[in-house]
T-cell receptor, first 112, second 116 residues
Framework: DQQVKQNSPSLSVQEGRISILNCDYT??????FLWYKKYPAEGPTFLIS?????DKNEDGRFTVFLNKSAKHLSLHIVPSQPGDSAVYFC???????????FGKGTKLSVKP | DTGVSQDPRHKITKRGQNVTFRCDPI?????LYWYRQTLGQGPEFLTY????????KSRLLSDRFSAERPKGSFSTLEIQRTEQGDSAMYLC??????????????FGPGTRLTVL
C-alpha cells in the first residue's frame, strides 16, 4: 500500500516553460513534505520542503504547493532549464518519526 | 567536501557471501539513516540512528541485515548470506533536527550492490 504516490512516471517540458510535478498521499498523519532531485549514479539532493501548517513555500525558481484537504502537493519549476532534467521524488514524514516515505519518482526532461 | 560519503560505491559479490558498507555522515549531524532503492522505485527506509542508538528498524530489515554506529559517527551496514534480491542501491543520509528547522535529510552517493 503506497502512502506517497507520484502517478506520472515521466514529464517532458520545453525550456523556459513551467514544469508541474504532482504528488498524492494517503496518510493524514504526515506533517512534513519534501522534494528531492536525483541525477543518475548520484544520491537524491534535497530541493525544497513544506510544513503542513503552510500551503506554499517558494525558493527561487521552485515553489511547492500543499492542499491538505485533497492530500495533494505539487512542485512548480519556473522557468524550466535543461539542467533541471532529472528524476524528482516526493517524500513525506511524520515529524515525530525518523523515516521519510518516498514516491516512485517522476522523470523530468526539459528540452532546449 | 563535507557531504555524506559512502564506501564502496560499487560492490559485486556472489550469492551467499557477506558484504559490509560504510557511511560517513555530515560531521555535525546526529541522525543517520539507511535506505534501499531498487529500479523504478523510490528509496525505502531501512533503519536510523540518533547518535549511537538505533531507534527504528523497518520490517524490510531482515535478520540477515545488521547496522551499527558504534561511536555515533560513521555507520556500517552488513548483509550476511547475500541473495540476488538484495541487489539494489543502498543509500545513507544524515540530518540534524537540532540545527535544522525541519528534518531535511542529506544523502550520500550510494553503494550499488550486485549479487550474482
Amino acid at each position: 500500500d503506497q502512502q506517497v504516490k507520484q502517478n506520472s512516471p515521466s514529464l517532458s517540458v520545453q525550456e523556459g516553460r513551467i514544469s508541474i510535478l504532482n504528488c498524492d498521499y494517503t496518510n493524514s498523519m504526515f506533517d512534513y513534505f519534501l522534494w528531492y532531485k536525483k541525477y543518475p549514479a548520484e544520491g537524491p539532493t534535497f530541493l525544497i520542503s513544506i510544513s503542513s501548517i503552510k500551503d506554499k513555500n517558494e525558493d527561487g525558481r521552485f515553489t511547492v504547493f500543499l492542499n491538505k484537504s485533497a492530500k495533494h502537493l505539487s512542485l512548480h519549476i519556473v522557468p524550466s532549464q535543461p539542467g533541471d532534467s532529472a528524476v524528482y521524488f516526493c517524500a513525506a514524514s511524520v515529524r515525530s518519526q525518523g523515516n521519510l516515505i518516498f514516491g516512485k519518482g517522476t522523470k523530468l526532461s526539459v528540452k532546449p | 567536501d563535507t557531504g555524506v560519503s559512502q564506501d564502496p560505491r560499487h560492490k559485486i559479490t556472489k550469492r551467499g557471501q557477506n558484504v559490509t558498507f560504510r557511511c560517513d555522515p555530515i560531521s555535525e549531524h546526529n541522525r543517520l539513516y539507511w535506505y534501499r532503492q531498487t529500479l523504478g522505485q523510490g528509496p525505502e527506509f531501512l533503519t536510523y540512528f540518533q547518535n549511537e542508538a538505533q531507534l527504528e528498524k523497518s520490517r524490510l530489515l531482515s535478520d540477515r541485515f545488521s547496522a551499527e554506529r558504534p561511536k555515533g559517527s560513521f555507520s556500517t551496514l552488513e548483509i550476511q548470506r547475500t541473495e540476488q534480491g538484495d541487489s539494489a542501491m543502498y543509500l545513507c543520509a544524515s540530518s540534524s533536527p537540532g540545527l535544522a528547522v525541519h528534518n531535511e535529510q542529506f544523502f550520500g552517493p550510494g553503494t550499488r550492490l550486485t549479487v550474482l
